[in-house]
């Protein structure tokens, strides 16, 4: 069966921290893979997606395929990145997206 | 661009009662989906559709949820009668294509109180 896990819930870290946000997916076949993100009152949205190898705001993610991790980085955490993250790996004939439970990162000051 | 639209905002009801919610996507986005967000857990698709067809529905609890996308734009999901457990945010968003992968586009969401 398909799964995506993100397995911790919350991360509390100090502005200037680097921080890792885990997404561990099991898929057959080569998914996709997206962060989406959703901020204190504003809809969720696209954070970056694997294909377009891109830094988004300081953020990478890395896909690991010998892992099956897609873990999202930052080396310097600012407090307006405090939000939920998704980890989202889509795949199949109509793209099915298919979301973690999120995690929280709360960056202080 | 405008961005998806979604009305009403929220909506508390009892259980055994009805509601409907309404989506607008973005002007020529052929897909549309509806997610079911429940509280601490991440968006679960209940319906995808391309233009007017359904694509997807394997987790609509069909005795119960409907949806429809007339005219292929706007959309309508249906709960009736409704349960405690539909308590939750109702998502819909669109994207241009389905057959690849696309970036989805969210609406605000209805949030779902089943009293």
């Known amino acids: 069966a398909q799964r995506v896990t993100q397995p911790e819930k919350l991360l509390s870290v100090f502005k200037g921290a680097p921080v890792e946000l885990k997404c561990n997916y099991s898929?057959?076949?080569?998914?996709?893979l997206f962060w989406y993100v959703q901020y204190s009152r504003q809809r969720l949205q696209l954070l970056l997606r694997?294909?377009s190898r891109e830094s988004i705001k300081g953020f990478t993610a890395d896909l690991n395929k010998g892992e099956t991790s897609f873990h999202l980085k930052k080396p310097f955490a600012q407090e307006e990145d405090s939000a939920m993250y998704y980890c989202a790996p889509q795949s199949g004939a109509n793209s099915k997206l298919t979301f973690g439970k999120g995690i929280t990162l709360s960056v202080r000051p | 661009e405008a961005g998806v639209a979604q009305s009403p905002r929220y909506k508390i009801i009892e259980k055994r009662q009805s509601v409907a919610f309404w989506c607008n996507p973005i002007?020529?986005?052929?897909?549309l989906y509806w997610y079911q967000q429940i509280l601490g857990q991440g968006p679960k698709l209940l319906i995808q559709f391309q233009n007017n067809g359904v694509v997807d529905d394997s987790q609509l609890p069909k005795d119960r949820f409907s949806a429809e996308r007339l005219k292929g734009v706007d959309s309508t999901l249906k709960i009736q009668p409704a349960k405690l457990e539909d308590s939750a945010v109702y998502l819909c968003a669109s994207s241009f294509a389905s057959n690849h992968p696309d970036t989805q586009y969210f609406g605000p969401g209805t949030r779902l109180t089943v009293l």
């Open positions: 002007s020529g986005h052929a897909t």
């Open positions: 694997h294909i």
């Open positions: 898929y057959s076949g080569s998914p996709e």
